[in-house]
């Protein structure tokens, strides 16, 4: 059972904070890994993807990736009260032919005004 | 419009009976998904399609039947509806181009209650 982990939350951060968002991973034949935000009763949206180690900068978003850690994690600087919303790691499944993402349970995010 | 649409938004169904939830898009995206979202548990694969009449199972497919004749629909239907299939029904299609995948979109849910 390939497994990705998030801490639940709720992180809190102050607006104009960076809030770091965390996951792991198990399977070490992904290559492809996504954050989705999703807000309460919505569907989950895209918001950056990163296949290479390092750092990806899209806007006030940075995807951070140690595939030797297996560690992936997200940097929102400038926090908004608007980024306030659950937070989905997915990574693909690397050794099945399904292309198919495995989430994690997400983490909540709550930046307080 | 171009998208992913999901049919019906809610839905409220009594135990034991047939439910089929659909899913449309027009992309033309080869590989399509269901997942289902409860709580403490996230998003769990049901079923997965990589072309028109190409289907796999996921890691929660016990209940659940899909079809896929045409790339463009997907359907998921609950053969006997139970309360543990309560949940938010999720499609989602992808594609690859060349090496690079851009991950998922999905549809905008389906609330399923069974009484």
């Known amino acids: 059972q390939k497994e990705v982990e998030q801490n639940s939350g709720p992180l809190s951060v102050p607006e104009g904070a960076i809030a770091s968002l965390n996951c792991t991973y198990s399977?070490?034949?992904?290559?492809?890994f996504f954050w989705y935000r999703q807000y309460s009763g919505k569907s989950p949206e895209l918001i950056m993807f990163i296949y290479s180690n390092g750092d990806k900068e899209d806007g006030r978003f940075t995807a951070q990736l140690n595939k030797a850690s297996q560690y992936v994690s997200l940097l929102i600087r400038d926090s908004q009260p608007s980024d306030s919303a659950t937070y989905l790691c997915a990574v693909n499944e690397g050794d099945t032919g399904r292309r198919a993402l495995t989430f994690g349970s997400g983490t909540r995010l709550q930046v307080q005004p | 419009d171009a998208g992913i649409t999901q049919s019906p938004r809610y839905k409220i169904t009594e135990t034991g009976r047939q439910v089929t939830l659909m899913c449309h898009q027009t992309?033309?995206?080869?590989?399509m998904f269901w997942y289902r979202q409860d709580l403490g548990h996230g998003l769990r694969l049901i079923y997965y399609?990589?072309?028109?009449?190409?289907?796999d199972k996921g890691e929660v497919p016990d209940g659940y039947v899909v079809s896929r004749s045409k790339t463009e629909n997907f359907p998921l239907t609950l053969e006997s509806a139970t309360r543990s299939q309560t949940s938010v029904y999720f499609c989602?299609?992808?594609?690859?181009?060349?090496?690079?995948?851009?991950?998922?979109?999905f549809g905008s849910g389906t609330r399923l209650t069974v009484v």
């Open positions: 399609s990589a072309a028109a009449d190409i289907t």
């Open positions: 992309w033309s995206h080869s590989y």
């Open positions: 399977d070490r034949g992904s290559q492809s």
């Open positions: 989602a299609s992808s594609e690859w181009v060349g090496r690079s995948y851009y991950g998922y979109t």
